[in-house]
């Protein structure tokens, strides 16, 4: 019997790319020996709509420039490419469609989000389309109740009390965010003048 394909997938709005992803990503790669982990950049969020989130190309290609060094790591359009807002069960419902029979899916999420997904009307066919692995994240509690059985893990990965919000507010009061992002993030920021009041 051939063992089956492990593929992590870590979804996000992923504006900018950080560190904490990618260390929950890594971490839980590790643990769950996971052959890949697929980062899939949402198209416009259904939960954060269109407003002041910066265009699907530069995340798109901000999480590939994050994660070009990793052998282990890739970046998917599949959400930014289809029409309408972005939905995880959509997300998962595709990934299972490519991959097949012979891939186990394990959807990637920090405490806040995976908290949030069990108050959302689909989340038992959510469930049932991927193993969840929930990360431990700064400022959330990890906690169980409610979380189908068998079908959620919960994990604690290096704690990094990183957020997207605080690197764009950061760059927006021309704070660094060197080493918050990786390298290429910062220059790419720079170079494209993303999250500047002024877009100078
Ligand atoms: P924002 O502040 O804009 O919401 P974010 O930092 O939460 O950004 P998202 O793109 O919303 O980043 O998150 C994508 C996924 O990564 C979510 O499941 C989120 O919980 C998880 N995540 C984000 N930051 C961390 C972190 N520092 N440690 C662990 N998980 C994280
Ligand atoms: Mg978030």
Redesign the pocket.
Known sequence: MTQKRRLGI??????P?????L??ASEVAHVFALDEVVFVP?GVSAH?GHTNVTPAEDRYLMAVIATASNPRFSVSRIDIDRPGATYTVDTLRDMRALHGPDTDLFF???????EKMLTWHDSEELFGLAHFVG????G?RLADPGLPTGRVSLIE?P??????????ERVEAEEPIWYLVPDGIVQYINKRSLYRPDGA
């Open positions: 870590m979804g996000g709005t992923f504006d790319i950080h560190h904490g992803h260390v929950a949402t954060k990637i999420t920090g405490a806040d989000a995976l990360v431990t994240r700064p959330h990965v704690a990094l009390a990183i957020s997207s919000t605080e690197c764009r």
